[in-house]
Protein backbone atom coordinates (compact mmCIF):
# COMPACT_ATOMS: atom_id res chain seq x y z
CA UNK A 1 0.00 0.00 0.00
CA UNK A 2 1.12 3.68 -0.52
CA UNK A 3 0.91 5.16 2.88
CA UNK A 4 0.66 9.16 2.43
CA UNK A 5 3.38 11.19 4.26
CA UNK A 6 2.66 14.80 4.72
CA UNK A 7 5.47 17.18 4.04
CA UNK A 8 5.83 18.02 7.84
CA UNK A 9 6.12 13.99 8.45
CA UNK A 10 8.89 13.90 5.81
CA UNK A 11 10.28 16.76 7.01
CA UNK A 12 10.46 15.25 10.88
CA UNK A 13 11.98 11.78 9.63
CA UNK A 14 14.60 13.97 7.45
CA UNK A 15 15.61 16.05 10.99
CA UNK A 16 15.80 12.83 12.83
CA UNK A 17 17.94 11.10 10.68
CA UNK A 18 20.31 13.90 10.52
CA UNK A 19 20.13 14.06 13.99
CA UNK A 20 21.39 10.53 14.24
CA UNK A 21 25.37 11.80 13.29
CA UNK A 22 24.99 13.43 16.57
CA UNK A 23 25.78 9.38 18.18
CA UNK A 24 23.15 6.61 19.31
CA UNK A 25 21.44 6.42 22.66
CA UNK A 26 22.91 3.99 24.54
CA UNK A 27 21.59 0.56 24.99
CA UNK A 28 18.76 0.98 27.92
CA UNK A 29 18.58 -0.78 31.12
CA UNK A 30 15.68 -3.33 30.03
CA UNK A 31 17.19 -4.97 27.28
CA UNK A 32 19.07 -8.20 28.27
CA UNK A 33 22.41 -8.59 26.43
CA UNK A 34 24.25 -11.71 25.94
CA UNK A 35 26.07 -13.70 23.88
CA UNK A 36 24.10 -15.94 21.29
CA UNK A 37 26.66 -17.91 20.14
CA UNK A 38 29.26 -19.71 22.22
CA UNK A 39 30.67 -21.21 19.19
CA UNK A 40 32.48 -18.41 17.10
CA UNK A 41 33.13 -20.84 14.39
CA UNK A 42 29.02 -21.19 13.92
CA UNK A 43 27.95 -17.56 13.58
CA UNK A 44 28.40 -14.46 16.27
CA UNK A 45 25.84 -11.92 17.58
CA UNK A 46 24.18 -11.02 20.93
CA UNK A 47 20.42 -11.04 21.97
CA UNK A 48 18.42 -7.79 22.89
CA UNK A 49 15.08 -9.00 24.58
CA UNK A 50 13.21 -5.99 26.05
CA UNK A 51 10.24 -8.47 26.15
CA UNK A 52 10.30 -10.41 29.33
CA UNK A 53 9.70 -13.88 27.22
CA UNK A 54 12.11 -16.50 26.52
CA UNK A 55 12.46 -17.42 22.31
CA UNK A 56 10.70 -20.66 23.44
CA UNK A 57 8.12 -18.99 24.70
CA UNK A 58 7.61 -16.18 22.15
CA UNK A 59 9.45 -17.25 19.07
CA UNK A 60 12.48 -14.59 18.04
CA UNK A 61 13.41 -11.97 15.32
CA UNK A 62 16.71 -12.44 13.96
CA UNK A 63 17.88 -9.16 12.96
CA UNK A 64 20.40 -8.37 9.89
CA UNK A 65 21.92 -4.88 10.18
CA UNK A 66 22.67 -2.77 7.06
CA UNK A 67 25.94 -1.05 6.45
CA UNK A 68 26.74 -1.93 2.56
CA UNK A 69 27.83 -5.67 3.53
CA UNK A 70 30.99 -3.91 4.61
CA UNK A 71 29.91 -1.97 8.36
CA UNK A 72 27.92 -1.85 11.37
CA UNK A 73 27.09 0.35 14.57
CA UNK A 74 27.11 -1.67 17.48
CA UNK A 75 25.19 0.91 19.33
CA UNK A 76 22.43 1.75 16.66
CA UNK A 77 21.50 -2.11 15.78
CA UNK A 78 20.99 -2.74 19.94
CA UNK A 79 19.15 0.60 20.35
CA UNK A 80 16.86 -0.50 16.85
CA UNK A 81 16.97 -4.03 18.67
CA UNK A 82 15.25 -3.09 21.64
CA UNK A 83 12.50 -1.42 19.70
CA UNK A 84 11.72 -4.09 17.38
CA UNK A 85 11.65 -6.27 20.38
CA UNK A 86 8.92 -4.42 22.08
CA UNK A 87 6.98 -4.03 19.02
CA UNK A 88 6.98 -7.83 18.19
CA UNK A 89 7.00 -8.71 21.75
CA UNK A 90 10.05 -11.32 21.58
CA UNK A 91 13.65 -11.73 21.84
CA UNK A 92 16.15 -10.29 19.44
CA UNK A 93 19.02 -11.96 17.89
CA UNK A 94 21.29 -9.54 16.29
CA UNK A 95 23.82 -11.21 14.19
CA UNK A 96 26.78 -10.08 13.72
CA UNK A 97 27.78 -11.57 10.20
CA UNK A 98 31.20 -11.60 8.44
CA UNK A 99 32.01 -8.29 6.77
CA UNK A 100 33.21 -6.97 2.84
CA UNK A 101 35.97 -6.73 1.57
CA UNK A 102 37.57 -9.41 3.81
CA UNK A 103 35.11 -11.69 3.47
CA UNK A 104 32.67 -11.20 0.43
CA UNK A 105 30.14 -12.97 -0.61
CA UNK A 106 28.89 -15.60 0.54
CA UNK A 107 30.55 -15.32 3.73
CA UNK A 108 27.85 -12.76 5.36
CA UNK A 109 25.10 -15.05 3.55
CA UNK A 110 26.83 -18.62 5.12
CA UNK A 111 26.29 -16.45 9.03
CA UNK A 112 22.83 -15.41 8.63
CA UNK A 113 22.00 -18.90 7.66
CA UNK A 114 23.89 -20.45 10.46
CA UNK A 115 22.32 -18.32 12.99
CA UNK A 116 18.68 -19.45 11.39
CA UNK A 117 19.30 -23.06 12.08
CA UNK A 118 21.20 -22.17 15.70
CA UNK A 119 17.59 -20.65 17.12
CA UNK A 120 15.95 -23.86 15.16
CA UNK A 121 18.30 -26.15 16.95
CA UNK A 122 18.06 -24.38 20.12
CA UNK A 123 14.37 -25.39 20.20
CA UNK A 124 12.71 -22.13 18.31
CA UNK A 125 10.02 -23.23 16.40
CA UNK A 126 10.94 -22.43 12.77
CA UNK A 127 7.14 -20.96 12.22
CA UNK A 128 7.73 -18.66 15.23
CA UNK A 129 10.85 -16.78 13.36
CA UNK A 130 10.62 -13.64 11.98
CA UNK A 131 13.70 -12.57 9.57
CA UNK A 132 14.00 -8.62 10.11
CA UNK A 133 16.73 -6.99 7.31
CA UNK A 134 17.67 -3.47 6.36
CA UNK A 135 19.11 -2.11 3.12
CA UNK A 136 21.93 -5.05 2.29
CA UNK A 137 21.04 -6.60 5.26
CA UNK A 138 17.43 -7.27 3.95
CA UNK A 139 19.51 -8.50 0.66
CA UNK A 140 21.05 -10.97 2.74
CA UNK A 141 17.41 -12.54 4.28
CA UNK A 142 16.51 -12.98 1.26
CA UNK A 143 19.27 -14.96 0.38
CA UNK A 144 19.42 -16.65 3.73
CA UNK A 145 15.64 -17.43 2.89
CA UNK A 146 16.75 -19.01 -0.60
CA UNK A 147 19.50 -21.20 0.74
CA UNK A 148 17.34 -22.36 3.58
CA UNK A 149 14.48 -23.23 1.17
CA UNK A 150 16.64 -24.88 -1.79
CA UNK A 151 18.18 -26.96 1.19
CA UNK A 152 14.77 -28.29 2.66
CA UNK A 153 15.23 -26.44 5.76
CA UNK A 154 12.87 -24.90 7.93
CA UNK A 155 12.05 -21.79 6.79
CA UNK A 156 10.69 -18.84 9.68
CA UNK A 157 6.98 -17.89 9.59
CA UNK A 158 7.66 -14.82 8.05
CA UNK A 159 10.16 -11.85 7.10
CA UNK A 160 10.44 -8.12 6.97
CA UNK A 161 12.87 -6.35 4.62
CA UNK A 162 13.07 -2.39 5.00
CA UNK A 163 15.06 -0.90 1.64
CA UNK A 164 15.73 -3.76 0.15
CA UNK A 165 19.06 -4.03 -2.54
CA UNK A 166 17.30 -6.84 -4.72
CA UNK A 167 18.64 -6.71 -7.68
CA UNK A 168 22.28 -6.13 -7.70
CA UNK A 169 22.18 -5.51 -11.64
CA UNK A 170 21.08 -2.10 -10.19
CA UNK A 171 18.53 -2.04 -12.96
CA UNK A 172 15.60 0.12 -11.43
CA UNK A 173 14.59 3.15 -12.64
CA UNK A 174 14.49 5.12 -9.12
CA UNK A 175 18.23 4.74 -8.98
CA UNK A 176 18.29 7.80 -11.70
CA UNK A 177 14.40 8.52 -11.23
CA UNK A 178 14.88 9.49 -7.24
CA UNK A 179 18.82 11.15 -8.04
CA UNK A 180 19.53 13.96 -5.36
CA UNK A 181 16.55 12.72 -3.19
CA UNK A 182 18.02 10.16 -1.29
CA UNK A 183 21.30 9.61 0.50
CA UNK A 184 22.16 6.85 -1.45
CA UNK A 185 23.34 6.88 -5.08
CA UNK A 186 23.89 4.64 -8.20
CA UNK A 187 27.68 5.21 -7.88
CA UNK A 188 28.09 4.25 -4.30
CA UNK A 189 25.85 1.11 -4.42
CA UNK A 190 28.10 0.32 -7.47
CA UNK A 191 30.83 0.09 -5.21
CA UNK A 192 29.09 -1.70 -2.53
CA UNK A 193 28.28 -4.41 -5.29
CA UNK A 194 31.76 -4.72 -6.60
CA UNK A 195 32.94 -5.30 -2.70
CA UNK A 196 30.41 -7.43 -1.62
CA UNK A 197 30.27 -9.49 -5.15
CA UNK A 198 33.91 -9.62 -5.58
CA UNK A 199 33.53 -11.23 -9.15
CA UNK A 200 30.25 -12.80 -8.35
CA UNK A 201 27.38 -13.04 -11.06
CA UNK A 202 25.56 -9.97 -10.33
CA UNK A 203 22.25 -11.77 -11.84
CA UNK A 204 21.97 -14.87 -10.63
CA UNK A 205 20.51 -16.08 -7.15
CA UNK A 206 21.09 -16.26 -4.23
CA UNK A 207 22.93 -13.03 -3.81
CA UNK A 208 21.20 -11.31 -6.05
CA UNK A 209 17.57 -11.93 -4.87
CA UNK A 210 15.44 -11.01 -7.43
CA UNK A 211 17.01 -13.33 -9.65
CA UNK A 212 15.85 -16.51 -7.83
CA UNK A 213 12.59 -18.50 -7.80
CA UNK A 214 10.77 -16.52 -5.03
CA UNK A 215 8.00 -18.95 -4.57
CA UNK A 216 7.32 -20.99 -1.52
CA UNK A 217 9.08 -18.40 0.64
CA UNK A 218 7.44 -17.10 4.26
CA UNK A 219 5.02 -14.10 3.97
CA UNK A 220 6.79 -10.78 3.09
CA UNK A 221 6.42 -7.44 4.18
CA UNK A 222 8.38 -5.12 2.47
CA UNK A 223 8.76 -1.67 3.63
CA UNK A 224 10.36 0.99 1.68
CA UNK A 225 10.28 5.22 1.22
CA UNK A 226 9.26 6.39 -1.98
CA UNK A 227 12.14 9.16 -2.57
CA UNK A 228 14.71 6.16 -2.21
CA UNK A 229 17.23 5.34 -5.41
CA UNK A 230 15.93 1.64 -4.18
CA UNK A 231 12.32 1.90 -4.08
CA UNK A 232 12.00 0.38 -7.45
CA UNK A 233 13.77 -2.71 -6.39
CA UNK A 234 10.73 -3.01 -3.45
CA UNK A 235 8.52 -2.53 -6.16
CA UNK A 236 10.02 -5.09 -8.14
CA UNK A 237 10.58 -7.72 -5.47
CA UNK A 238 6.73 -7.33 -3.93
CA UNK A 239 5.71 -8.14 -8.04
CA UNK A 240 7.89 -11.10 -8.57
CA UNK A 241 7.30 -12.63 -4.99
CA UNK A 242 3.35 -12.24 -5.72
CA UNK A 243 4.19 -14.07 -9.30
CA UNK A 244 5.44 -16.70 -8.05
CA UNK A 245 2.56 -17.49 -5.42
CA UNK A 246 4.18 -15.93 -2.38
CA UNK A 247 2.19 -13.68 -0.09
CA UNK A 248 4.19 -10.49 -0.09
CA UNK A 249 2.70 -6.61 1.06
CA UNK A 250 4.51 -3.89 -0.21
CA UNK A 251 4.38 -0.91 2.07
CA UNK A 252 6.01 2.88 0.38
CA UNK A 253 6.23 5.65 2.43
CA UNK A 254 6.09 8.46 0.63
CA UNK A 255 8.94 10.83 -0.03
CA UNK A 256 11.23 9.09 2.88
CA UNK A 257 14.38 8.06 1.96
CA UNK A 258 16.97 4.91 2.52
CA UNK A 259 16.38 3.16 5.66
CA UNK A 260 13.77 5.68 6.80
CA UNK A 261 12.80 3.48 10.00
CA UNK A 262 16.39 4.66 11.84
CA UNK A 263 15.33 7.94 12.54
CA UNK A 264 12.90 6.23 15.13
CA UNK A 265 16.55 5.88 17.50
CA UNK A 266 15.88 9.74 17.91
CA UNK A 267 12.21 10.05 18.38
CA UNK A 268 9.04 8.49 17.36
CA UNK A 269 7.72 10.37 14.67
CA UNK A 270 4.15 9.44 13.11
CA UNK A 271 5.74 7.66 9.99
CA UNK A 272 8.34 5.59 12.18
CA UNK A 273 5.02 4.88 14.87
CA UNK A 274 3.22 3.49 11.43
CA UNK A 275 6.42 1.38 10.41
CA UNK A 276 6.26 -0.08 14.36
CA UNK A 277 2.65 -0.77 14.04
CA UNK A 278 2.82 -2.36 10.98
CA UNK A 279 5.99 -4.58 11.89
CA UNK A 280 3.70 -5.86 15.41
CA UNK A 281 0.59 -6.57 13.01
CA UNK A 282 2.17 -8.66 10.73
CA UNK A 283 4.64 -10.52 12.94
CA UNK A 284 1.50 -10.99 14.74
CA UNK A 285 -0.71 -12.49 11.92
CA UNK A 286 2.05 -14.73 10.23
CA UNK A 287 4.52 -15.86 12.76
CA UNK A 288 2.53 -15.96 15.93
Known amino acids: MNLRITPEQSAAVRERLAHLADGIPETPADADLAPAFPDPGIA ?25 FSGRQPEAERALARHLSRATNRPVLGVDYRLAPQHPYPAALHDVAAAHRVLVDQGVPAGRIVHFGESAGATLVLSALLTLKAAGEPLPGAAVLVSPLADLTLSSPSLADNRGRDTVTREGLEQVCAQYLAGARPDAAP ?3 LHGDLSKLPALLIAAGGAEALADDARRLAAAARAAGTVAELDLYEDLPHVFHLALLAGPTAATDTFLYRLAEWTERNAA
Open 44 to 68: SGSWVDASGRTPGEAGALLYVHGGG
Open 207 to 209: QSP
